[in-house]
């Protein structure tokens, strides 16, 4: 059983995704003293995150703040908010749900709008892996499919694999689904917050991995071989 988001875009041989369960809220939360929100940190301000996903859009918004490195579980980064070691951070509020922190920390918290920043691809998701063969076990865990949420991390993880994205790669893809219709948004920065290029698309449900594909080569096609050739070097 797995968080989606932390599965790699390419599973080994003979393993596949059984199920997905219905998907928490998958938007990430700023926390700093008093939930202040990003637009009103100050010039300068330390933020603290170890995802490249959300130091690139931090300075895509805020290109006077800085991001640091800041490791270790929601409890140690939480701390080290809590002991000025940075001014604010970012986690996902799905982790702070399931973790029971979310009402802990209310007062210093903003949930970032998605058109401010866009998630990582299957945020908020649970999967559950089994051997392909399984036959019997993959018969058990459809049971516990959620098929709108499944459909959903299908098409970012497609959108992943067109642009070979990694927890290492500054990517963010995000689908909606709702009446057999699909919408799909994804972006890919550098990691300093220079360039950034978005795509969005819309399309049936099931056409779910085509639709996350489509986007995914938009985006390649849009920011060119020389975009993704920095990229490898940041």
């Given at each position: 059983?797995?968080?989606?988001?932390?599965?790699?875009?390419w599973?080994?041989?003979g393993?596949?995704?059984?199920?997905?369960?219905?998907?928490?809220?998958?938007r990430d939360?700023?926390?700093?003293?008093?939930?202040?929100?990003?637009?009103?940190?100050?010039?300068?301000?330390?933020?603290?995150?170890?995802?490249?996903r959300?130091?690139?859009?931090?300075?895509?918004?805020?290109?006077?703040?800085?991001?640091?490195?800041?490791?270790?579980?929601?409890?140690?980064?939480?701390?080290?908010?809590?002991?000025?070691?940075?001014?604010?951070?970012?986690?996902?509020?799905?982790?702070?749900?399931?973790?029971?922190?979310a009402?802990?920390?209310?007062?210093?918290?903003?949930?970032?709008d998605?058109?401010?920043?866009l998630?990582?691809?299957?945020?908020?998701?649970?999967?559950v892996?089994?051997r392909?063969d399984?036959?019997?076990?993959?018969d058990?865990?459809?049971a516990?499919?959620?098929?709108?949420?499944?459909?959903?991390?299908?098409?970012?993880?497609?959108?992943?694999?067109i642009?070979?994205?990694?927890?290492?790669?500054?990517?963010?893809?995000?689908?909606?689904?709702?009446?057999?219709?699909?919408?799909?948004?994804?972006?890919?920065?550098?990691?300093?917050?220079?360039?950034?290029?978005?795509?969005?698309?819309?399309?049936?449900?099931?056409?779910?991995?085509?639709?996350?594909?489509a986007?995914?080569a938009e985006?390649?096609?849009?920011?060119?071989?020389?975009?993704?050739?920095?990229l490898?070097?940041?």
């Open positions: 059983v797995h968080s989606m988001k932390d599965v790699p875009t599973l080994p041989k393993l596949c995704i059984a199920a997905v369960l219905p998907r928490e809220d998958p939360v700023l926390l700093s003293p008093g939930g202040t929100g990003l637009a009103a940190l100050p010039k300068g301000a330390v933020v603290g995150t170890a995802s490249l959300r130091q690139a859009q931090v300075l895509l918004a805020r290109p006077d703040l800085a991001v640091v490195p800041l490791r270790g579980n929601v409890q140690t980064r939480l701390r080290k908010l809590r002991s000025g070691e940075v001014a604010a951070t970012l986690l996902a509020l799905a982790g702070l749900r399931r973790l029971g922190l009402q802990d920390v209310a007062d210093d918290s903003t949930i970032l998605v058109e401010d920043m998630p990582a691809a299957a945020q908020g998701a649970i999967g892996e089994v392909a399984n036959t019997r076990a993959r058990v865990v459809a516990l499919d959620d098929v709108p949420s499944a459909m959903c991390v299908m098409a970012e993880r497609a959108c992943l694999d642009l070979d994205g990694s927890c290492r790669t500054p990517i963010a893809v995000l689908a909606d689904a709702a009446e057999g219709e699909m919408r799909l948004r994804a972006l890919v920065a550098m990691p300093n917050g220079s360039h950034a290029h978005r795509a969005e698309q819309r399309g049936v449900i099931a056409d779910a991995t085509a639709l996350g594909r986007v995914g985006l390649r096609a849009a920011a060119g071989p020389a975009f993704f050739a920095a490898a070097d940041a």
